[in-house]
C-alpha cells in the first residue's frame, strides 16, 4: 500500500387523435357486410396514435437524471480511496467513517480571492452517525484537520464559510455544513484548507499526514449532561490500486 502522496451525481386533441379510428370502425363493420376476408383485413387496423413507447396513447415519462455524483462515489474526479478512518467518540454517540479524499481539489472560484490564491484545499468523504442525545451541531462539528506530522505547527484547518459553495456545486459534490445541523446520519464532505508555507503553495506530505479529532467539551443545557473533551489521532493511507 501507498501512503497520502501530494495528498493529492386534451380534449380537443384526444378527440383529433381517435377520429380516424371512429372511421376506420365504421368502414370495417361495413366491410364485414360484404365479407369475412375484409372484416380481418380491418382487424389489423392500427391503435390510436400516441406517443411514442406508449400503449395507451400517454406521453412517455422523461428519463430520471442521474443522482448528483459525489456522495460516497470514488468516481468522484480526483478522489482517492483511504483506508477507512473511524473516529469513535462514545461520549456523545459518535461514530465516524472517512473513506476517500481529494487532494489539491480545484476549487477555481474560492482561490479568485486574493488572499486565497496560495492555499491549498483537501476534501474528505466522511460519513456520521450519532446514537446517543447529541446530534451534528456547532459543539459536535469543526473537530477535524489534517497535519503534517513533519511539522505539527503547520496544518489545515476546516473551512467554516460557504466560500466554497460554488465549487462545490460545480463538482457535483455534497458538503458537510451548517445545513446539516440536527441530523442523525450525515453523509457528504469535508474541506481542509492548508496555509501557503514560505509563501507557496504546500501539499502534505507522503508520509507523514494524520487525521486529528479534536472536539472540545460540550456543556449540557438547562442542566443535561456535560461531555469531556475528547481526542484521536489516525494515519491516512491511501489503498493500493
Known sequence: MSTLGTITSPAGTEILMRSPTKILITAAVAACAVG???????AAAPQDA???????GRPAADP??????????IGVAGAHAIEPVTVSDQAIG???????????FDASTYKAQSSA??????LLHCTLNFTGDLSLSPETDHALSLV????QNHRSYL???????DDFERAGIKAINSDDYGADHVDGWYAFILPPKDGKPYHLPEDATT????????AGENGGQSYEAYSSRETVILESD
Open 36 to 42: 369475412m376476408s375484409a372484416c380481418q383485413e380491418q
Open 50 to 56: 400516441g406517443a411514442p413507447g406508449t400503449q395507451d
Open 64 to 73: 430520471v437524471a442521474p443522482a448528483s455524483q459525489g456522495v460516497n462515489q
Open 94 to 104: 459518535l461514530t465516524e467513517s472517512c473513506d476517500q479524499v481529494i487532494p489539491d
Open 117 to 122: 490564491k496560495d492555499e491549498t484545499v483537501y
Open 148 to 151: 503534517d506530522d513533519s511539522d
Open 159 to 165: 473551512s467554516t464559510s460557504s466560500d466554497l459553495g
Open 211 to 218: 487525521l486529528v479529532y479534536e472536539r472540545k467539551a460540550v
